[in-house]
């Protein structure tokens, strides 16, 4: 089955600088890649999401980036503010919705 | 929005009760999955289900099973609760609408079990 390694666990960074999160993903069938976050006491919720067939999306300070062949694909927050901090999970999807996540990787911005 | 909500935020049980977990969804969607999620671990999945009265085993189904009676609601069973059961459970759902489709999650619950 898929495998979806996620680097690093934990991430401080001081308000303003970027933060990137990096997967790895190990089944090449895989062809959807969701980034969700999760705040304290709430459930994951998505942020952006990547499709195989586009190598980069933006959506104003969040862009993920997919490297297909390499088998990786990576989280970047610009302009980091303290309401960035969350933990945030990849995820790698084959199809119907099911996908399989990374162990998550814990974002602190520091004001 | 899609609304995703379980039943309980926390639990506590005891050791060989047989524990429900229930999930409802308001948006129709087709697909409904049960995660586990352990500090380190991320989300494991353990059951889901694309119809209903169907489901099928995710990575680590061992000591649940689940009941999808209804299309809106999806209930994760515990048979004979055990103290490794304590974890957070994560419901979520997402629509039948292709490879693409997200993940809508509930807020949680907390189970512990003494």
């Known amino acids: 089955g898929e495998n979806v390694e996620q680097h690093p666990s934990t991430l401080s960074v001081q308000e303003g600088d970027s933060a990137v999160i990096k997967c790895t993903y190990s089944?090449?069938?895989?062809?959807?890649f969701p980034w969700y976050k999760q705040e304290l006491g709430k459930g994951p919720q998505l942020i952006i999401d990547?499709?195989?067939?586009?190598g980069e999306k933006k959506d104003q300070r969040i862009a993920v980036t997919l490297n297909k062949t390499a088998k990786h694909f990576s989280l970047h927050i610009t302009e980091t503010q303290p309401e960035d901090s969350a933990v945030y999970f990849c995820?790698?999807?084959?199809?119907?919705?099911?996908?399989?996540f990374g162990d998550g990787t814990t974002l602190t911005v520091k004001p | 929005d899609v609304k995703v909500t379980q039943s309980s935020r926390y639990l506590v049980k005891r050791t060989g009760e047989k524990v429900f977990l229930e999930c409802v969804q308001d948006m129709d969607h087709e697909n409904m999955f049960w995660y586990r999620q352990d500090p380190g671990l991320g989300l494991r999945l353990i059951y889901f289900s694309y119809d209903v009265k169907m489901k099928e085993k995710g990575d680590i189904p061992e000591g649940y099973s689940v009941s999808r009676e209804k299309k809106e609601r999806f209930s994760l069973i515990l048979e004979s609760a055990s103290t490794n059961q304590t974890s957070m459970y994560l419901c979520?759902?997402?629509?039948?609408?292709?490879?693409?489709?997200?993940?809508?999650f509930g807020q949680g619950t907390r189970l512990t079990v003494v």
């Open positions: 089944d090449s069938a895989s062809n959807y």
């Open positions: 979520a759902s997402s629509p039948r609408t292709g490879v693409f489709t997200e993940a809508f």
């Open positions: 995820a790698a999807s084959i199809g119907a919705g099911k996908s399989t």
């Open positions: 990547i499709r195989s067939n586009v």
